[in-house]
């Protein structure tokens, strides 16, 4: 994994009810993840080594969106890194190239359901709530 990023979405406490209290809560939080695929061979295996990624890459061709158990479903696509974007990825991790992609996770998603502010169930009364 290179870095995470926050989708852009409204960030704004929403109305929301668990087990009969109500409140605010702030939104989910939706993160997109990059991920480097390397092949990472000795010299001498180096034609092995573009024969390993080349498979991952029919992979992700034929699998564009990974699903889980818990019924989740996140779309992966491929990231074209600019040359000086891909020389700062090598130099952190030692200097050395290898054959590599660059793939997008999207829309994981981190939701607390906490409630942040709490409201009694008021029925029929003119009692203001802040």
């Known amino acids: 994994m290179l870095n995470m990023e926050r989708e852009t979405v409204q960030n704004n406490a929403v109305h929301g ?3 009969g209290v109500s409140g605010y809560k702030y ?4 993160l997109n993840i990059y991920v ?3 092949a990472v061979y000795n010299s ?3 034609k092995e080594a573009l024969s390993m990624l080349a498979q991952s890459l029919a992979y992700l061709q034929n699998t564009p969106v ?3 158990d818990n019924g989740g479903s996140y779309p992966i696509e491929l990231v074209a890194p600019s040359w000086q974007d891909l020389s700062n990825i090598w130099s952190a991790h030692g ?3 290898h054959p ?3 793939c997008k996770i999207r829309g994981l998603s981190f939701d607390a359901d ?3 502010r709490t409201l009694s169930d008021i029925r029929g009364s003119k009692t203001d709530i802040y």
Request: aromatic share 12%; no cysteine; charged share 20%.
């Open 114 to 116: 906490e409630i942040k």
């Open 36 to 38: 480097l695929i390397a």
């Open 100 to 102: 590599s992609v660059l």
């Open 17 to 19: 009810r668990t087990g």
């Open 44 to 46: 001498r295996r180096y």
């Open 27 to 30: 939104p989910a939080i939706y």
């Open 66 to 68: 990974i699903s889980l």
């Open 95 to 97: 200097g050395h190239y």
